[in-house]
Nanobody
């Protein structure tokens, strides 16, 4: 397994959760890392990305101000800190590794369910 996401679960609206994605060195070193999500019956959508150095991050408008992406290159791990979770955040969250134009490696994802 090259990318393994974890940390999902069932939470209530307004709660916080931290997702982790552990990667093999080959699928982490030098790559931009990203989080995406896919809700039932919907297309996969972009959530956030972070550059190799960690200096550049991008967020979907829907999560801006609530989610924070970070990475620990010494641990080959990328994180997604999610605050003030909403019902609309319910989805399978997947991590990916790639470049500015293409995500080459994908993990299997972790389920996040937000209840009211």
């Amino acid at each position: 397994v090259q990318l393994q996401a974890s940390g999902g679960g069932l939470v209530q609206a307004g709660d916080s959760l931290r997702l982790s994605c552990a990667a093999s060195e080959r699928t982490f070193n030098g790559y931009k890392m990203g989080w995406f999500r896919q809700a039932p019956g919907k297309a996969r959508e972009f959530v956030a990305t972070i550059s190799w150095s960690g200096s550049t991050t991008y967020y979907a408008d829907s999560v801006k101000g609530r989610f924070t992406i970070s990475r620990d290159n010494a641990k080959n791990t990328v994180y997604l800190h999610m605050n003030n979770l909403k019902l609309m955040d319910t989805a399978v969250y997947l991590c990916a590794a790639g470049t500015d134009t293409t995500m080459y490696y994908w993990g299997k994802g972790t389920q996040v369910t937000v209840s009211s």
